[in-house]
């Protein structure tokens, strides 16, 4: 068995899919819409494994979790970029870009070198070896 996909209600599905694509190269399949819930969504594809759907729709209402805070459920993705150097640069890129670093990069305690981000959204992003 293996994860299929991770979904993400959007506000701003393009900014979002922009992100990813630019940031962690992900590669983007057609858009999706129907009409009749005026529901649209991307399937973002990280070479292999996992894929991530962008979805936006009307009347979604926004998410109750403090980004400082931690809450029950999904919490955070974690994004494999290959080693700490890219780890410190992609980091480093996103600050000077603008986005919330809440995470320095470090070894955790469980072994990672990681850091963490915010994506537009206010979602934790890992950045991980």
Sequence with gaps: MKIEHIAIWCKDIERLKHFYTHYFQAAAG?????????????FLSFGNG???ELMQ??????NKNDIHAQSI???HLAI???NKVLVDTLTEQLRKDGYA????????GDGYYESVVLDPEGNRIEVTV
């Design 50 to 52: 996992c894929r991530l």
């Design 80 to 82: 494999s970029v290959g």
């Design 73 to 75: 459920g999904i919490i």
């Design 57 to 62: 729709m009307p009347g979604v209402p926004d």
């Design 30 to 42: 057609d858009k999706y819409f129907n009409p009749k819930k005026n529901f649209q969504s991307y």
């Design 101 to 108: 670093i809440v995470g320095e990069p470090r070894t955790t």
